[in-house]
């Protein structure tokens, strides 16, 4: 099974600074023939289902903020919020498609200083 | 805007069996790969089954093979997932998600299985 591991398990930011959330898989998930990386994030704010916010790695799904971006190849993968606001506490995870099982990372909590 | 309304969560005592359905609304149900994931109280997600759109391909986590048994109705747009044989640790929430593929595209609001 490919481990995702995130980090870090939680983080405080100030409103309107950068977050940055880090995602490694134990395998590569970039599939060399049409070159995708299986990966995706996901929010999920208090009390609430997840929500998609990226997938193949960097591209970010239609309504999510511009503020919200996704980088990285291979097993080493990025979220980052550009500008924090109220609205993105929440835990995030990072999913690979890869290969099965489909597996997440622990997630990672972000909250505000 | 694709719709997911999973039902079916109960309390259940170990050993027991529930069903647990999605009604999917608002595109081609025929047309998407379903998964069920699943979230423990306070815990992270885990994904437990799969099934392609024409059911050619079903895939589940080891720990729930042999007890469960997810399929679809086509006709009905809808998904199922039968649980058998539960465990006081297949207590989550359980999630219907929807996407053309592996990767996901929407998730429904979920539905909670109290195994106890």
């Known amino acids: 099974d490919i481990v995702m591991t995130q980090s870090p398990d939680s983080l405080a930011v100030s409103l309107g600074e950068r977050a940055t959330i880090k995602c490694r898989s134990s395998q590569n998930i970039l599939y060399r023939s049409n070159y995708k990386n299986y990966l995706s994030w996901h929010q999920q704010r208090p009390g609430q289902p997840p929500r998609l916010l990226i997938k193949?790695?960097?591209a970010r799904e239609s309504g999510v903020p511009d503020r919200f971006s996704g980088s990285g190849s291979g097993t080493d993968f990025t979220l980052t919020i550009s500008s924090v606001q109220a609205e993105d506490v929440a835990v995030y995870y990072c999913?690979?498609?890869?290969?099965?099982?489909?597996?997440f990372g622990q997630g990672t909590r972000l909250e505000i200083k | 805007e694709v719709q997911l309304v999973e039902s079916g969560g109960d309390l259940v005592q170990p050993g027991g069996s529930l069903r647990l359905s999605c009604a999917v609304s608002g595109f081609t149900f025929s047309s998407l790969w379903m998964h069920w994931v699943r979230q423990a109280p306070g815990k992270g997600l885990e994904w437990v089954a799969d099934?392609?759109?024409?059911?050619?391909?079903?895939h589940y986590v080891d720990s729930v093979k042999g007890r469960f048994t997810v399929s679809r109705d086509n006709a009905k747009n809808s998904l199922y997932l039968q649980m058998n044989s539960l465990r006081v640790e297949d207590t989550a929430v359980y999630y219907c998600?929807?996407?053309?593929?592996?990767?996901?595209?929407?998730w429904g609001q979920g539905t909670l299985v109290t195994v106890s």
């Open positions: 099934i392609k759109q024409d059911r050619s391909e079903i």
């Open positions: 999913q690979q498609y890869y290969s099965g099982p489909i597996t």
């Open positions: 193949w790695a960097s």
């Open positions: 998600v929807s996407g053309p593929g592996w990767d996901f595209d929407n």
